[in-house]
């Protein structure tokens, strides 16, 4: 593909990364999408390469990279055919901790968690009854003594339960009815899930359109120790929407690398791909779909930028950082149909990889956070409009 001004930064990162990727061809990805299995390996190789560390400041072993390096990290890992939807949660559920934590708990859990010795992969938010609607949810952490809180109740959509130590995870622990701020109530807790799962924590997988390896979880008297609590008790809404805007970029910065793969894939195959004795690419009605596409990859990879820098500065991103994900999200949808359309039916081939990265960048239209939501909230803190939930 072209060379873009988005290539020239952390380009050394990149090519490290690309490196990396070229290990883990598109034959290991459709075996594991096969029997829905955790890629460890790549997992393993992305840690120990240090990428998983990127945000953790260094004097706890991280890299203390700024959020434009992780985000071509992991824009580059889906540009080259991998996903990295099995680990990129350990580089932004972090935050809450290193923001928010006690000294001791950062001194105690990131190092760990910059080598690899500890997984805080899972994010324990969404509920079956209250999906989006977080203030809703219903688990409740009450506290017992001073030593510990006891858990009840349910998550859904938690995903990488089941390879993660660590699980942060926000409950309720005033009633609604109590406080005084709808936002107040919730805390944030850090569980060590070595020491519950099977006894007072059940974890269920949950067989999904793409390997995801999410879960729903249960929780029966689980006690957590009360030091695991993070940042003040009935603060924890807030905490969780402090590192919504790095998530968002993030995962928007994926989505434009499936969409820079789509593109590639597309382009590739109408150029080889003869019929009717002339290359399928050399017909407007092939190319026309594709330079939509990179016309629409290279808006979404520009905001994608922008709400990276001015994070960096410092400040409030909210509508740069859900515009990103949303723009991202579509032009990675998009590249994705063309990408199909182009092949035919070789599009939904296994061996061609389309219709596998096909089925991971839908997700992007509803998860971490839906389109709908982000339209809500560009059309209330944006544009001014009446709020309408």
């Not at 296994?350 to 596998?356: I, K, L, M, Q």
Request: charged share 25%; proline share 4%.
């Amino acid at each position: 593909m072209a060379s873009t001004h988005k290539d020239l930064d952390h380009a050394d990162i990149r090519e490290g990364v690309r490196a990396l990727c070229a290990k883990f061809p598109g034959e290991y990805w459709r075996a594991l999408d096969r029997e829905r299995a955790y890629p460890s390996d790549f997992v393993r190789a992305l840690t120990e390469a240090g990428y998983l560390a990127a945000l953790i400041p260094e004097q706890y072993g991280g890299s203390g990279l700024p959020i434009s390096a992780a985000a071509a990290i992991l824009e580059e890992i889906h540009a080259s055919g991998c996903n990295s939807a099995a680990c990129h949660a350990q580089m932004y559920i972090m935050g809450t901790i290193l923001r928010h934590g006690s000294d001791a708990q950062k001194e105690r859990y990131l190092p760990k968690i910059a080598s690899g010795e500890l997984r805080l992969q899972a994010f324990g938010v969404t509920e079956p009854t209250s999906g989006t609607d977080t203030l809703s949810l219903r688990t409740t952490a009450r506290r017992e003594g001073n030593d510990h809180y006891v858990v009840n109740g349910q998550k859904i959509w938690t995903s990488r339960a089941q390879y993660s130590d660590l699980m942060l995870l926000l409950a309720r622990t005033t009633p609604r009815e109590e406080v005084q701020k709808r936002t107040d109530g919730l805390s944030v807790f850090l569980v060590d899930m070595r020491l519950a799962e099977g006894t007072s924590m059940t974890i269920t997988p949950i067989r999904t359109m793409m390997n995801h390896a999410t879960t729903q979880i249960f929780f029966d008297d689980l006690r957590v120790p009360a030091e695991n609590l993070i940042g003040e008790e009935g603060k924890g809404f807030r905490y969780i929407l402090s590192g919504m805007n790095a998530e968002r970029i993030l995962i928007a910065a994926e989505a434009v690398g499936d969409a820079k793969w789509f593109i590639d894939k597309a382009a590739g195959y109408a150029k080889d791909r003869v019929l009717f004795g002339r290359p399928i690419g050399q017909n407007q009605g092939v190319q026309f779909p594709i330079a939509r596409a990179y016309a629409q990859m290279r808006a979404a990879e520009l905001m994608v930028h922008d709400a990276a820098t001015k994070f960096e500065a410092g400040g409030e991103i909210g509508p740069e950082a859900n515009m990103a994900k949303l723009v991202a999200a579509d032009a990675a949808w998009f590249a994705a149909d063309t990408c199909v359309q182009t092949h035919g039916g070789f599009g939904f081939a296994e061996e061609y990889d389309v219709e596998r990265k096909f089925r991971e960048s839908r997700l992007f239209q509803v998860a971490p956070i839906s389109t709908n939501m982000i339209l809500s909230y560009i059309a209330e803190h944006v544009l001014g409009l009446p709020r309408s939930y």
